[in-house]
């Protein structure tokens, strides 16, 4: 059984970075395709960012945050990260990080099996 804890949130303004952090215990997080997602009050949780499980090269991102958000990982401390720069205020969310077992390259949140609790991230103009 996977735990994630998602780590790195905070409060910024407009232009600066954060790095989150998802730490795994517990599974094989190295076997586990790695997805980040953020969600606003209201509103569906979104899909922001995977990770290849085997080929860590193949990385995907929602159009929103492309050249401005890189995803990776390092699978022999079982951590992944977010790293989001130049932030904007339509990036404020609580951000997760989840787990997917089956490899899946998937953008559909329903297709994680493992979430951590999430972390705010505050964006200010």
């Known amino acids: 059984q996977v735990q994630l804890a998602d780590i790195g949130g905070g409060s910024v303004q407009a232009g600066d970075s954060l790095r989150l952090s998802c730490a795994s215990s517990?599974?094989?997080?190295?076997?586990?395709?790695v997805g980040w997602f953020r969600q606003t009050p209201g509103k569906e949780r979104e899909f922001v960012a995977v990770i290849s499980w085997w080929n860590t090269g193949f990385v995907y991102y929602t159009d929103s945050v492309k050249g401005r958000f890189a995803i990776s990982r390092d699978n022999t401390r079982n951590i992944a990260w977010l790293q989001m720069d130049n932030l904007k205020p339509e990036d404020t969310a609580v951000y997760y990080c989840a787990a997917d077992s089956f490899g899946r390259r998937s953008q559909a949140p329903s297709d994680y099996e493992y979430w951590g609790q999430g972390t705010q991230v505050t964006v200010s103009s």
């Open positions: 517990g599974g094989t997080f190295s076997r586990y395709d």
